[in-house]
């Protein structure tokens, strides 16, 4: 096999299909020093900053979905498509890849349809329990499928597919081992039971307003609160920090430590967060967001559900049902330690090393 293959790997517009990508192009690189791997991203989202920032080059495309309501954007949709696919052509011809991995979005959408058009040999990672139309579509085509989620096959072929799991920080799987270390970076007070807010990098409006209404229920139950809000929110919810035992925070850098420190965790339910909290097994509360494509976030959190691993609130019923909820989860060391060791048992650890191991396969 050559020792420097050359890979191209496109997926973006959200930090969801952003770092699985990423992940995969480190392990690549690990494997094959020289290796020559090329990112292809949309030129208008995040990945054109957060790629080079993880030491890889990028190119951009003139791509973006389709709108659910009548816009210009959509009415420019047959023009970016077609730039698009012209474009990824050019790249393709003239980088002559192994190897093409798309991890969603729609840019990887044009790039892979245009390899499998010119026969080189594609990769999807689809990380959540529903897929969206572009993979769905790609997937006829695809030489592999790598799933995170069992019972796909009413959407993808069946002999395409491999249940791999989603690429998670590596820095997560001995979260256990780091208790102590995580009580004192975060100053916890030891004696009492930790609850972390999770709401993605940006924050999650609807979680935040959530936890400010209900913030003196939840500190009447004696515990401790680190809630991160998002950098979108912050200036907002600062103020809560002079409360004792809440600690209000933009992000958070040691995602292990505050992994380590937490009891029950209330979090969104992208396909990132749920694999990260099946592999540091914690008993969570989701609250998936209902304004993403194909409601995803709630068929993610029912595949835990339903396996007895998590709880699920929809957002419509918090007003309602949140404050039930959460004292029987707090005050039930049980059903704690049952929710945590389902949803360990839904973990893939070794899903990155796994999704390269197939894309190897398909070096000629």
């Not at 572009?134 to 096959?153: G, R």
């Not at 090393?353 to 398909?362: H, Q, S």
């Given at each position: ?82 730039s698009s696919l012209a474009k990824s052509f050019g790249i393709l011809r003239g980088f002559k890849p192994d190897v093409v991995i798309g991890t969603g979005g729609f840019a990887s959408g044009a790039v892979l349809k245009v390899a499998s058009m ?94 400010a209404k209900e913030l003196d229920f939840l500190l009447s139950q004696n515990i401790q609160i680190i809630w991160q809000c998002g950098k979108l929110y912050f200036e907002e919810y600062k103020h809560f920090n002079d409360k004792e035992n809440v ?118």
């Amino acid at each position: 096999m050559k020792d420097n293959p050359k890979f191209i790997i496109s997926g973006g517009g959200t930090g969801g299909h952003i770092y699985p990508a990423v992940a995969i192009a480190n392990e690549l690189k690990n494997r094959f020093p020289k290796a020559d791997i090329l990112f292809v991203g949309a030129s208008d989202k995040m990945e054109m900053q957060k790629v080079p920032q993880a030491g890889y080059p990028i190119k951009g495309l003139w791509i973006a979905g389709i709108q659910r309501k009548l816009t210009l954007q959509n009415a420019m949709f047959p023009l970016k498509l077609v730039s698009s696919l012209a474009k990824s052509f050019g790249i393709l011809r003239g980088f002559k890849p192994d190897v093409v991995i798309g991890t969603g979005g729609f840019a990887s959408g044009a790039v892979l349809k245009v390899a499998s058009m010119m026969g080189t040999p594609t990769v999807i990672q689809e990380q959540n329990s529903y897929p969206g139309i572009t993979n769905k579509l790609l997937s006829k085509k695809a030489n592999k499928i790598c799933v995170a989620y069992e019972n796909l096959e009413r959407f993808f072929p069946k002999e395409s597919m491999i249940l791999t799991g989603n690429p998670v920080r590596q820095d997560l799987i001995s979260v256990a081992d780091k208790r102590s270390e995580a009580l004192e970076y975060f100053k916890l007070d030891g004696s009492k039971k930790t609850l972390l807010v999770l709401g993605g990098s940006l924050g999650a409006r609807r979680i935040n307003q959530l936890i400010a209404k209900e913030l003196d229920f939840l500190l009447s139950q004696n515990i401790q609160i680190i809630w991160q809000c998002g950098k979108l929110y912050f200036e907002e919810y600062k103020h809560f920090n002079d409360k004792e035992n809440v600690q209000v925070l933009s992000f958070i850098d040691r995602m292990d430590l505050v992994y380590a420190a937490a009891d029950v965790v209330i979090s969104r339910s992208g396909a990132s967060s749920v694999s990260e909290l099946c592999i540091v097994g914690k008993p969570v509360i989701f609250i998936p967001s209902p304004n993403v494509a194909e409601d995803h976030q709630t068929k993610n959190a029912k595949a835990i559900v339903d396996k007895n691993g998590a709880l699920l609130l929809k957002e419509s019923e918090l007003d309602t049902q949140f404050e039930t909820v959460f004292q029987d989860l707090i005050s039930n060391n049980e059903k704690q330690n049952q929710l945590s060791a389902n949803i360990k048992q839904l973990a893939l650890p070794n899903a990155t090393k796994d999704i390269v191991d197939e894309i190897v396969k398909l070096i000629k």
